[in-house]
């Protein structure tokens, strides 16, 4: 099956900081890939939606500029997190479909990073 | 928004029994996923049931989906203490593109 990476796994950093946090397609190439973020025991929110090549889409009630999603290769989207707030700690979660008809329905979950802003 | 419902929210069975969970929805979908979390961990894709798709089948799993009922079930047979994980359904909504809508999920513990 297709594998998606996520890196960091894990991050802690002090507020007012910003943090990256990368989304790789391993084996295949993504043109879309997806943004969740996920609270304890809770379901998965998606945040946004990014396209390569061009500007993501921001699910309503998501900040555009504290979340910026850049997803400029076929393998790779990043995702920062801007003056981080302990409000903004949680586990972030990435998922990648490729090309062609098969993959319409078909989405790739990566790992997940846990964000602790402290 | 989260149109997904989920119950029952949390199942404790014993290793070698069912396990049932159900999943409602509230628009009209392409197809409906189910998914596996172990806990903070990534998602892991079990099966995809379509909308024209009543009833499907994968080692010991099946799934139900009735679409006049917008719900759908996930049974899992001979369960395992393995299988103790967060299950979640997703909606790919018509008109969405790719989109997933997930549920609130089934904390499922099977005790050995």
């Known amino acids: 099956g297709a594998v998606v990476s996520q890196h960091p796994s894990r991050v802690i950093c002090k507020s007012g900081t910003s943090v990256k946090i990368e989304c790789r397609s391993l084996d295949f190439q993504a043109t879309t890939m997806f943004w969740y973020r996920q609270f304890p025991k809770k379901s998965l929110m998606l945040m946004a939606t990014s396209n390569e090549g061009s500007k993501a889409t921001y699910e309503q009630g998501v900040e555009k500029d504290k979340f910026l999603i850049n997803h400029a290769s076929l393998t790779l989207s990043t995702l920062t997190v801007t003056s981080a707030h302990p409000e903004d700690s949680s586990f972030y979660i990435c998922?990648?479909?490729?090309?062609?008809?098969?993959?319409?329905?078909?989405?790739?979950f990566g790992p997940g990073t846990r964000l602790t802003v402290t | 928004s989260q149109q997904g419902e989920e119950d029952p929210q949390a199942l404790s069975i014993q290793e070698g029994e069912n396990a049932t969970m159900n999943c409602s929805y509230k628009?009209?979908?392409?197809?409906l996923q189910w998914y596996r979390q172990n806990s903070g961990r990534g998602l892991v894709h079990l099966i995809l049931i379509r909308s024209n798709e009543r009833e499907k089948h994968s080692g010991r799993l099946r799934v139900t989906l009735d679409t006049s009922k917008k719900s759908s079930s996930l049974l899992i047979t001979a369960s395992r203490a393995a299988d103790t994980a967060s299950y979640f359904c997703a909606t790919n909504s018509i008109g969405s593109g790719s989109r997933l809508t997930f549920g609130e999920g089934t904390q499922l513990t099977v005790n050995p």
């Open positions: 998922s990648a479909r490729g090309q062609g008809a098969s993959w319409v329905h078909e989405q790739y």
């Open positions: 628009t009209s979908i392409n197809n």
